[in-house]
Each structure stands twice: as structure tokens, then as C-alpha cells.
């Protein structure tokens, strides 16, 4: 909108230029059109500072979530391993650190067989059999190592990697009552005002109030939901390899 207008300004400049060249007495053009192409440069030069701020912020916001986005899907990769390993997700960064330092994962293995199913044999008095399902242990794997291998990263993912210094990412848990079964969820966010931080507070307003599919829509960034049961990052595709 302030670029409409200013795009309105020069052209209305332009218009009253012309009219003074046609119709100002010759003594008093020189110093009024000096002015007025003045007046043009300056706006001309708002205009294009306006425009080149907004596509500079625009590559500065991708460079920034994108980074923001790799310890979010650190972030979850933990969450979902200790669901697995526990059966709940972790809202505490130091208790979450700890599970990946010391847990592990089991390995299993399922395998099918079939046994004689006693009540049904003393029932009728003729062997019955019933098929059942197997599930082996065959070991076990550290979590450190199936995630991150050598790699100390997790022990700084909950930090916010850029904009705003010192600030770490909002972890939350709770659970999703669907069909009458409450389904653990965890969410992890951050705001844009801090990942934005140091920028152009109108653009980030703009930011924030983006609503489209190629874009990372609502005020947060973020993995997870409270609200359904959902693990997924609210970002769009061109902002990672994988969601």
C-alpha cells in the first residue's frame, strides 16, 4: 500500500512537471523543476528501498527458518523416540537430554506360531489350536546412537539457533481425546519475533499474519500440535528436504 502511494506521488510529481514546463513563465521553471525532480529522485529511491527491503528481508527469513527448522526435526526425532521407548512425550529439555544419553531402543522381532488352545480342547475334547503372535527380543541399540550417532547436537537442540541470543524453543505435552482414547501430543515453537529479531517490525507484523501454503502460516514456527494429533512441522515443503 505505501508503495502505491508512493508510485502515485512520483507520477503526480511527473504530471505537475510537464504543467510547469508548459505553462510556468520561463524565469521561475528552472528552480520549482529542480525541486520537483528533487522531490522524484527521493521518492523513486524510497520505492525501490522499500521493494529491495522486502526481498532481502524475504531471503533473510527463509536462511533463518531453515535453520530453525533442522533442530525442530531433531527436536522431534527425541520426541517421538521417547514416546516409543516410555509411551509418553517429554516436556522437560533436561529429562528429554537425559533419555537420549542413557535409554535405548529394544529390538524385536515378531514371529508367528501356533499352540494348542486348552480351554477350547478340554471344551469339545479334541486338540484345538489357536494362532498366536510371537515378539522376540533380540537386543537392544542406544537412542544417542540411533539418532545421532557421534554427533552431540541434541545436547543444544532445544536452543533457538538464530535471530533473538539466549532463547530457547517452547516445549509442551498434553493429550488428544480421539474415540474416546486420550493420544499423547507434544508440541515445539518459537516465535518469529525472535527468530525475526533485529528486523523490520512492519514486515515481521506482515510475517506474522501470513496465511498461505507456501508460506510458514500463524505467529509460530513449529513441530507438533496440542491441538490434534499431529507431528508435522507447519512449514511448507520448499523450507526442508523432508517434513
Same mark, same amino acid.
Given at each position: 500500500?505505501?508503495?502505491?502511494?508512493?508510485?502515485?506521488?512520483?507520477?503526480?510529481?511527473?504530471?505537475?512537471? $510537464?504543467?510547469?514546463?508548459?505553462?510556468?513563465?520561463?524565469?521561475?521553471?528552472?528552480?520549482?523543476?529542480?525541486?520537483?525532480?528533487?522531490?522524484?529522485?527521493?521518492?523513486?529511491?524510497?520505492?525501490?528501498?522499500?521493494?529491495?527491503?522486502?526481498?532481502?528481508?524475504?531471503?533473510?527469513?527463509?536462511?533463518?527458518?531453515?535453520?530453525?527448522?533442522?533442530?525442530?526435526?531433531?527436536?522431534?526425532?527425541?520426541?517421538?523416540?521417547?514416546?516409543? /521407548?516410555?509411551?509418553?512425550?517429554?516436556?522437560?529439555?533436561?529429562?528429554?537430554?537425559?533419555?537420549?544419553?542413557?535409554?535405548?531402543?529394544?529390538?524385536?522381532?515378531?514371529?508367528?506360531?501356533?499352540?494348542?488352545?486348552?480351554?477350547?480342547?478340554?471344551?469339545?475334547? =479334541?486338540?484345538?489350536?489357536?494362532?498366536? /503372535?510371537?515378539?522376540?527380543?533380540?537386543?537392544?541399540?542406544?537412542?544417542?546412537?540411533?539418532?545421532?550417532?557421534?554427533?552431540?547436537?541434541?545436547?543444544?537442540?532445544?536452543?533457538?539457533? =538464530?535471530?533473538?541470543?539466549?532463547?530457547?524453543?517452547?516445549?509442551?505435552?498434553?493429550? /488428544?481425546?480421539?474415540?474416546?482414547?486420550?493420544?499423547? /501430543?507434544?508440541?515445539?515453537?518459537?516465535?518469529?519475533?525472535?527468530?525475526?529479531?533485529?528486523?523490520?517490525?512492519?514486515?515481521?507484523?506482515?510475517?506474522?499474519?501470513?496465511?498461505?501454503?507456501?508460506?510458514?502460516?500463524?505467529?509460530?514456527?513449529?513441530?507438533?500440535?496440542?491441538?490434534?494429533?499431529?507431528?508435522?512441522?507447519? $512449514?511448507?515443503?520448499?523450507?526442508?528436504?523432508?517434513?
Amino acid at each position: 500500500m505505501v508503495i502505491i502511494s508512493i508510485v502515485a506521488v512520483i507520477l503526480l510529481t511527473i504530471l505537475i512537471v $510537464w504543467a510547469i514546463d508548459n505553462f510556468i513563465p520561463k524565469k521561475f521553471k528552472t528552480p520549482i523543476l529542480i525541486s520537483l525532480w528533487a522531490i522524484i529522485i527521493f521518492l523513486g529511491y524510497i520505492t525501490f528501498m522499500s521493494v529491495y527491503g522486502e526481498i532481502q528481508f524475504n531471503q533473510l527469513k527463509e536462511k533463518r527458518y531453515k535453520v530453525a527448522i533442522e533442530n525442530l526435526k531433531d527436536i522431534r526425532d527425541a520426541q517421538l523416540a521417547h514416546k516409543t /521407548v516410555t509411551g509418553v512425550f517429554q516436556n522437560n529439555w533436561d529429562s528429554l537430554v537425559n533419555f537420549i544419553e542413557n535409554e535405548k531402543f529394544t529390538i524385536t522381532q515378531r514371529r508367528d506360531s501356533t499352540i494348542i488352545d486348552e480351554v477350547l480342547t478340554r471344551r469339545y475334547g =479334541v486338540d484345538t489350536t489357536k494362532d498366536i /503372535v510371537i515378539i522376540d527380543t533380540l537386543g537392544y541399540v542406544a537412542v544417542k546412537d540411533s539418532l545421532f550417532g557421534a554427533d552431540p547436537r541434541y545436547k543444544t537442540m532445544m536452543n533457538v539457533p =538464530v535471530g533473538k541470543q539466549g532463547e530457547q524453543f517452547k516445549l509442551q505435552t498434553g493429550v /488428544v481425546n480421539q474415540n474416546n482414547i486420550n493420544i499423547p /501430543v507434544f508440541e515445539a515453537s518459537v516465535e518469529k519475533d525472535i527468530l525475526l529479531f533485529g528486523q523490520d517490525q512492519n514486515l515481521i507484523k506482515k510475517e506474522k499474519e501470513v496465511v498461505s501454503v507456501e508460506g510458514v502460516n500463524g505467529p509460530t514456527l513449529k513441530v507438533g500440535s496440542l491441538e490434534e494429533v499431529n507431528t508435522n512441522g507447519n $512449514w511448507p515443503k520448499n523450507y526442508s528436504k523432508d517434513q
